[in-house]
Each structure stands twice: as structure tokens, then as C-alpha cells.
């Protein structure tokens, strides 16, 4: 796995992801129902959609024999495409009524372990019942210090890189993509920890 490739990858869906979300959003801005369904269901699809272009990019490192179409192929068994998508649009809608947990750089980071832990289980808990999906004491302190850090850094960086967006495209708005991005480019630390606490129980 090439840490700048999924960096690259992570930051073009992001990019393509948030702006077709914003294009929509424009398009519909008169009907009143459309934007809702735009915002509370078409949209929350797309992310979705991203977080699992990303996570496929990382899913790997459980196993240095595996790639990114090895995660599709599972999800593309017995529809847990669909089962996961639902799962995760499920518990997008739960995490929205949960203080701090609906922040992005607290939400991603558990939909993205959570997206993780259910393609694990489907690849490998059928044969290996000793498997656990559970993180260990040492795995959660590392990735909560990670969702912090990733929580102050989003903070710092997000207004000054859209600002130089903004000059650089003579644009207007453009903190929302950018917050995106570093988003979820600094999930893929938490990710990666949890991988490796998957792949250390595989041997």
C-alpha cells in the first residue's frame, strides 16, 4: 500500500464527493423538499460512498496478499453492499443526536472502524472463531489520541488553506470542502491502527 496514493485518492473523492453534494444542493435550492432529501439522504449516500473508496484503499494492510478489488468482491456477496450502506446510513443518523460524536473528526473515525470491523467479520470470523472485532485498551487510546489531534489540526489548517483556495480560484465558501478533506485524510492514521490490530490476531 503507497501512503500517498491513498492520500490522493482520499482527497479526489472527498473533492468529487463534496462537490457533486454542492452542485445538487445548488441545483435544487427552490424546491424545498428536494434540498431536504438532498441533504438528509442523497448526500449522506455519497459520503458514504466515500468513506468506503477509502477504507478499501487501507482495508489491505490486514492482509499483504489482498488488494482494494479484494474488498469490493466481499461486499459485492450475498448484497452486503446494500447491508452496509444501510448499516452506515443508520449510524450516521444515530451519531447526529449524539453530542460531540456528530462532529466529522469524531463520526469518521467510527464509521470508518465500524466499516472496517463488519468487512473483517464477513472475510474471516466464519473460519476463525477466536477473531475479535473489539479493539484492545493500548488500540482505542491510540486512536482517540489520533481523533484529537486530527480535531485540532482540521481546526488550524481549514481556515487558512481555503482562504489561499479562494485566491488561488477567485472562489467564495470554499472551508467546507477543504474541512472535508483534512477530515478524512487524517482518518487514515485510524484506520491504519485498527488494521493492524485486526492483521495482528490473523497471525
Not at 439522504?41 to 489491505?60: A, D, E, F, K, N
Request: aromatic letters at 12%.
Amino acid at each position: 500500500m503507497s501512503l500517498l496514493w491513498v492520500v490522493l485518492v482520499t482527497a479526489g473523492s472527498v473533492a468529487v464527493g463534496t462537490s457533486l453534494c454542492f452542485y445538487l444542493l445548488y441545483q435544487a435550492r427552490e424546491v424545498d423538499a428536494t434540498v431536504w432529501i438532498l441533504e438528509h439522504v442523497i448526500c449522506p449516500i455519497i459520503r458514504i460512498i466515500v468513506l468506503l473508496i477509502v477504507v478499501s484503499q487501507v482495508y489491505p494492510v490486514i492482509d499483504a496478499n489482498s488488494s482494494s478489488a479484494d474488498f469490493w468482491h466481499i461486499l459485492g456477496q450475498r448484497e452486503q453492499f446494500t447491508h452496509l450502506v444501510n448499516i452506515l446510513f443508520l449510524f450516521g443518523l444515530v451519531l447526529g443526536f449524539l453530542p460531540l460524536l456528530n462532529h466529522p473528526v469524531f463520526a469518521l473515525p467510527v464509521q470508518s472502524s465500524l466499516t472496517i470491523a463488519l468487512v473483517f467479520h464477513w472475510q474471516y470470523t466464519p473460519g476463525v472463531a477466536t477473531l475479535s472485532l473489539f479493539p484492545s485498551i493500548a488500540t482505542i487510546a491510540k486512536i482517540v489520541a489520533y481523533m484529537l489531534l486530527a480535531y485540532f489540526v482540521t481546526r488550524e489548517l481549514s481556515i487558512p488553506l481555503s482562504r489561499w483556495l479562494d485566491r488561488k480560484l477567485t472562489i467564495e465558501g470554499s472551508v467546507r470542502l477543504v474541512s472535508d478533506i483534512v477530515y478524512m485524510v487524517l482518518q487514515i492514521p485510524v484506520m491504519l491502527i485498527y488494521c493492524s490490530f485486526l492483521k495482528q490476531q490473523l497471525g
